[in-house]
């Protein structure tokens, strides 16, 4: 059967993951030493762990709210009014998702029409603009520089506005390249939200791990922003949650609401497991989570400085838990680099390109991973780049 | 950098070279190898042991953790029982307890009879220790930190989004 005529042709649109390409590379090879990763490589908190075991031996094996479970919702709420500082009703501004990628494909079927366009900074998550296709939006990205440590400059981002222009979508600390937002550059986001009346989703997963100096700053609490932002977090990364497959969604009612339609008939609801072991990351985890804290910072320092003493210029990163060092002086092209670097020493470290074309020229390095496999890892990077 | 993160450092992993001590802290090799020479000159370090597995280990040592109940003494209170108590070789650690006993003992022999003749011949002997109940240890789940059954290698994908 010809099976490409029985696919959607929106589908065909959207290309295959380099990630993915990537991933099937490495598979094939023993002893590598990966920074490729996406995920904390601390097993999660025993006590979180704990309370699911207790709540699937006391038979606790059901659906739950479509919303999510209402103690889990509350527990939300007052963590983010305390974290973010910003006030959401528990009973009708909290959707509990599988995940914030599945928040974000939510929250853009629910917002766009057929060839709306989504601004939002790239690099980026792997996800954004395949999701925007999905929901037949049209991605426009906007490049964000090493200059800038990968901030997203509000003039850019004024430029890319158009009268289709009907949602701006953003995710600092940011995957790849750790950058962060600063309160200035928030601003004049939201000032543009609000002169185009736009929604703005923020996807603000790696939060809790900023290591700049100052707090995290949500878009969602500037003034006349809370209205129109969604807010999306989750449990993955703080909480060393990635299998527990958890996340939400936190916007005014309607919104919510509108998400919800959608939920409910895909997901139903999120696996009740995964919502009781969530309770206890936001009631008990805040000790265990600011110890992977103080490790990452610690070994983001050490990366830093490694491949800066090397040659390979490399920012320090304010959040989450990636390096994006520039390889451009090299020759090669990021793909070029990074397999050259896998085939030769054995260590895997993700192209900038699987996260938008203006990715080219640099490398996702992940620090999540021991201490002893970054030294082991920074060796191997530096006897590579001396032979080129 | 504090005292006490070289400190948390060196208690999971004794065996760190000054040169990755340095890199962990982000601070100079000479350093690091001063604050240690320090900590370990003023006594605060006492010493460095390998935890060992002791489900694995072939010779069939046995451990008692020995309940004691002393008379405390004037002017001394327990310290001065507790310290005799302490400095038979066969006394790995030595504790005073709250609640119902005074002395917590852990004692490590070849066998079961080499312990219960120290606790009968040397321990309950000596003058000012009442009592003592003595539980052998049949089986270890975790120590010093370390849990036998640990986590498995994780499962992590090498490459992930």
């Known amino acids: ?388 | 950098m504090s005292q006490d993160a070289l400190l948390d450092l060196i208690r999971n992993e004794a065996r760190l070279s000054h040169a990755d001590i340095a890199a962990r802290l982000g601070i100079s090799e000479e350093a690091a190898a001063a604050r240690l020479a320090a900590l370990e000159a003023d006594g605060v370090i006492m010493g460095y042991q390998a935890v060992v597995n002791q489900e694995e280990v072939l010779d069939e040592n046995v451990s008692a953790l020995i309940e004691v109940k002393v008379t405390p003494e004037k002017g001394g209170g327990f310290d001065k029982m507790a310290r005799r108590i302490a400095k038979f070789d066969q006394v790995s650690t030595c504790y005073l307890m709250s609640g119902g006993y005074d002395l917590m003992v852990v004692v490590t022999g070849k066998n079961l009879r080499e312990v219960a003749g120290f606790v009968s011949a040397k321990l309950s002997s000596m003058e000012g220790v009442l009592s003592t109940a003595t539980h052998f240890r049949l089986k270890t789940y975790k120590e010093s930190g370390f849990t036998y059954v640990g986590d498995s290698d994780s499962g992590r994908l090498s490459v992930s989004p």
């Open chain 1, 1 to 388: 059967m010809n099976y490409d005529s029985k696919l959607a042709d929106q589908l065909k649109t959207v290309p295959r993951s380099g990630i993915r390409d990537f991933f099937e590379l490495v598979q094939g090879r023993d002893d590598v030493i990966s920074l490729g990763v996406g995920e904390p490589d601390f097993p999660t908190p025993w006590n979180i762990r704990e309370a699911a075991i207790k709540s699937l031996e006391q038979g606790m094996t059901s659906y739950t709210s479509n919303l999510g479970m209402l103690e889990l919702r509350k527990s939300i709420s007052t963590y983010v009014e305390k974290f973010f500082h910003v006030n959401y009703q528990a009973a009708t501004e909290v959707l509990v998702t599988v995940g914030v990628s599945e928040a974000l494909d939510l929250a853009l079927r629910a917002l766009l029409n057929p060839g709306d366009e989504v601004t939002y900074h790239e690099p980026c998550y792997v996800s954004y603009s395949p999701s925007v296709i999905m929901a037949y939006g049209k991605p426009v990205p906007v490049p964000v520089k090493a200059e800038r440590l990968f901030s997203l400059d509000p003039a850019d981002v004024a430029a890319a506005i158009t009268d289709k222009t009907r949602v701006i979508m953003l995710n600092f600390p940011t995957n790849p390249t750790g950058g962060i937002a600063t309160e200035e550059d928030l601003k004049g986001i939201a000032e543009l939200a609000i002169k185009h009346d736009l929604i703005v989703i923020s996807d603000e997963i790696y939060s809790e791990l900023r290591y700049a100096e100052g707090e995290h700053v949500s878009i969602a609490t500037l003034p006349g922003m809370r209205e129109r932002t969604i807010l999306l977090h989750g449990f993955s990364k703080a909480f060393s949650m990635t299998g527990f497959r958890l996340g939400y969604a936190c916007a005014p009612a309607p919104l919510i609401e509108a998400m919800m339609k959608i939920h409910q008939y895909a997901m139903l609801c999120a696996p009740i497991t995964s919502q009781i072991a969530a309770i206890e990351a936001l009631e008990n985890g805040e000790e265990a989570m600011l110890s992977m804290k103080a490790e990452y910072k610690r070994r983001r320092d050490f990366v830093v400085n490694r491949l800066n003493e090397m040659g390979i210029p490399c920012h320090s990163p304010g959040g989450a838990f990636y390096v994006f060092p520039d390889i451009s002086q090299f020759g090669m092209t990021s793909m070029e680099f990074a397999m050259k670097l896998l085939e030769q020493e054995d260590v895997a470290a993700v192209p900038g390109t699987a996260f938008g074309e203006c990715g080219e020229g640099f490398l996702r390095c992940c620090y999540a991973t021991s201490f002893e496999e970054l030294q082991v890892a920074m060796q191997r990077i530096e006897a590579f780049i001396k032979r080129l």
